[in-house]
């Protein structure tokens, strides 16, 4: 029987196609890559951690004052009529600087000379006035006492007689009388005397006050011409002036404002920076110049400004100019400890922590930040012998994940 040439063409086709599917599901199964089993680790780098203090820098603007700075006013009223001196000119101590007119305190001075001198003549003229009168009452005194003793060795000599009828009794009773008499003499003028001795006291003594207040008005006249004419206190040199000739000035106004001293650069800073403080490294930089400074004092207190006043003394030779403004430069201690960079840190749960590497894993380790200043923090509570941590910090960094040191 004859073969059905069209189904023997289909039989060979499908053989055909099978053979080919297997053949290319072999292929893909024999070149497919195999999936790795091998952990993932993260590449960090490691930085060293040292040991010291950490430092802040900080400015802040100064000024270049000298220690004496003196307004000198006038201590009372008037017009000028001579300025001595000019702005820049160095003075000595009690060299004059500002003449006022004083004419009015000249005969102020005159009149309070002439009261002097009338109470002081006044004052002569009862003392010898006084003197006649003492000796007077002093006279009439004795002669009253004398006769008061006479009277009584008569009368005692009378009646020794009289006892013996040598006199009568009628004469007897006359020198009794007579005493009697003498007595009230007697006590007359030492009342007199007395009164007199107490009543010139009292009038002497009013004189006495009156010479010393004549005296006491001339000395206050001759303080006000000597005051007329305003003088240096101290040895300096003149800043500024205020007043011109024909200017009338008060009592306390300002006439000319006296430096003198070294010179010290003030500045101000909070009470936190002055706790801190290096003394150290202290500079002013001025006109592109830079000039170290030492440092003097620091006020005890914050001003109304809730900053305290700092002074520091620059070199002798330095020759700044009085008010000159700069810049000071300074140092402020952050902290000591370990120093790391301030990107080693990292905060969790309220904690910093730091991270290490310990047997190819990173580890945690928890610190106490003191400070950080410029990139750098100083922190406590390392473990001893750690001596390098990881930074920069990959963002999923977590403690236990495999990593590699990379350089």
């Known amino acids: 029987m004859r073969a059905n040439p069209w189904l023997l063409a ?53 000024r270049v004052d000298p220690v004496h700075d003196s307004l000198i006013a006038a201590n009372l009223g008037g017009r000028v009529v001579k300025v001595l001196v000019e702005v820049g000119d160095q003075v000595e101590k009690g060299q004059p600087l500002v003449q006022l007119d004083d004419r009015g305190y000249q005969n ?23 003197g006649e009168q003492q000796r007077q009452l002093e006279s009439q005194r004795r002669a009253a006492a004398d006769n008061l003793e006479l009277t009584k060795k008569r009368l005692e000599e009378v ?30 003028a030492d009342a007199a005397y007395q ?11 009013q004189l006495r006050l009156q010479v010393e207040q004549a005296a006491v008005a001339v000395k206050q006249a001759e303080q006000a011409v000597a005051d007329a004419l305003i003088t240096a206190p101290f040895a300096g040199q003149i800043a500024d002036r205020f007043v011109e000739v024909g200017t009338f000035v008060g009592p306390g106004t300002p006439t000319v404002r006296l ?3 070294p010179q010290e650069v003030s500045f101000k800073l909070p009470p936190d920076d002055v706790a801190r403080l290096i003394s150290q490294g202290l500079r002013l930089q001025y006109l592109g110049h830079d000039y170290p400074l030492e440092l003097l004092r620091t006020a005890p207190i914050a001003g109304r400004d809730l900053l305290i006043e700092v002074s520091a003394k620059p070199p002798p030779n330095s020759n700044l100019p009085l008010g000159a403004a700069g810049t000071v430069y300074y140092s402020l201690l952050v902290g000591e400890g370990s120093l790391i960079p301030v990107g080693a840190l990292r905060s969790r749960d309220g904690q910093t922590v730091v991270f290490a590497i310990e047997d190819g ?47």
């Open 108 to 130: 102020q001075l005159e009149n309070a000379r002439l009261s002097l001198q009338r109470a002081r003549l006044n004052l002569k003229a009862a003392e010898k006035r006084v």
């Open 159 to 188: 009646k020794a007689l009289y006892q013996v009828g040598g006199v009568a009794a009628n004469d007897l009773r006359q020198l009794e009388v007579a005493l009697e008499q003498a007595k009230a003499s007697f006590a007359a």
């Open 195 to 205: 009164k007199w001795l107490r009543a010139h006291d009292e009038d002497l003594q």
């Open 361 to 407: 894993k990173a580890a945690a380790y928890p610190v106490k930040l003191i400070g950080e200043s410029q990139g750098q923090a100083v922190v406590s509570g390392l473990p001893e012998g750690l001596s390098r941590v990881i930074f920069p910090l990959p963002q999923d960094l977590t403690a236990g994940t495999a990593v590699e040191v990379v350089q």
């Open 259 to 261: 430096v003198a001293g």
């Open 10 to 62: 289909a039989v060979l086709l499908l053989a055909a196609v099978t053979s080919c599917k297997r053949s290319g599901n072999d292929r893909q199964a024999a070149t497919a890559t195999p999936v790795s089993t091998s952990s993932f680790a993260f590449s960090v780098r490691t930085v060293p951690i040292k040991q010291g203090r950490l430092v802040a820098e900080r400015s802040i603007s100064a």
